[in-house]
Nanobody, 124 residues
Framework: QVQPVESGGGLVQAGGSLRLSCAASGRTFSGYVMGWFRQAPGKEREFVATISWSGGSTYYADSVRGRFTISRDNAKNTVYLHMNSLKPDDTAVYYC?????????????????WGQGTQVTVSS
């Protein structure tokens, strides 16, 4: 099992940047596909980005592609989400999740372990 714990959220002006971190406990972190999701008030949880266990494959939602970058450091049991050119529409609680799926997946129900989330607020 892994237990993700997110950090790095906060308040930033539009056009700014943030880096989210997700530290996951467990000795088998490198065996999990990791993903980032977000949920804005009144909206469903939506996929943001995912990365394979090796870090060799990534996939992004259209809304963040070119602005966000997902990466991982298996030696530190940590996955990152680098967010640039932030927009007010990016305001949400951001969640880190892990799955034993053999390939990257974008559907929230395919993820087995979830963090508590970190708030990101982008002011206009």
């Amino acid at each position: 099992q892994v237990q993700p714990v997110e950090s790095g959220g906060g308040l930033v002006q539009a056009g700014g940047s943030l880096r989210l971190s997700c530290a996951a406990s467990g000795r088998t972190f490198s065996g999990y596909v990791m993903g980032w999701f977000r949920q804005a008030p009144g909206k469903e949880r939506e996929f943001v980005a995912t990365i394979s266990w090796s870090g060799g494959s990534t996939y992004y939602a259209d809304s963040v592609r070119g602005r966000f970058t997902i990466s991982r450091d298996n030696a530190k049991n940590t996955v990152y989400l680098h967010m640039n050119s932030l927009k007010p529409d990016d305001t949400a609680v951001y969640y880190c999740a892990a799955t034993k799926s053999p390939r990257i997946v974008v559907v929230p129900t395919n993820y087995d372990y979830w963090g508590q989330g970190t708030q990101v607020t982008v002011s206009s």
